[in-house]
Nanobody, 123 residues
Framework: QVQLVESGGGLVQAGGSLRLTCAASGRAFSTYAMGWFRQAPGKERELVAH????????YYADAVKGRFTISRDNAENTLYLQMHSLKIEDTGVYCCAADGTPYSDSPHEYDYWGKGTQVTVSS
């Protein structure tokens, strides 16, 4: 079992940066690929970044490519999402989740979820 707790969200002006952290408990963290999802008001949850268990493979949604970086520290049971050049459309609740497959963009394939952290980008 894996418990996930996100932090690092907040209010930031467009063009600014934030780093989200997902702290995991449970020895299984290092065996899971991990994803960061976001959900904006009135929109479906979408995968924005994904990383394999070994950090050897990463995926980014087109909307965040070149601006966001996903990373993990298995020794510290921690997942990160560094976000730069934030845009108003990046606003949403960001959740980390443990992928039950090597890679999936479907929330239904994820085994464990954090409660999320709010990111609000203002003009």
């Amino acid at each position: 079992q894996v418990q996930l707790v996100e932090s690092g969200g907040g209010l930031v002006q467009a063009g600014g940066s934030l780093r989200l952290t997902c702290a995991a408990s449970g020895r299984a963290f290092s065996t899971y690929a991990m994803g960061w999802f976001r959900q904006a008001p009135g929109k479906e949850r979408e995968l924005v970044a994904h990383i394999s268990w070994s950090s050897g493979n990463t995926y980014y949604a087109d909307a965040v490519k070149g601006r966001f970086t996903i990373s993990r520290d298995n020794a510290e049971n921690t997942l990160y999402l560094q976000m730069h050049s934030l845009k108003i459309e990046d606003t949403g609740v960001y959740c980390c989740a443990a992928d039950g497959t090597p890679y999936s963009d479907s929330p239904h394939e994820y085994d464990y979820w954090g409660k999320g952290t709010q990111v609000t980008v203002s003009s």
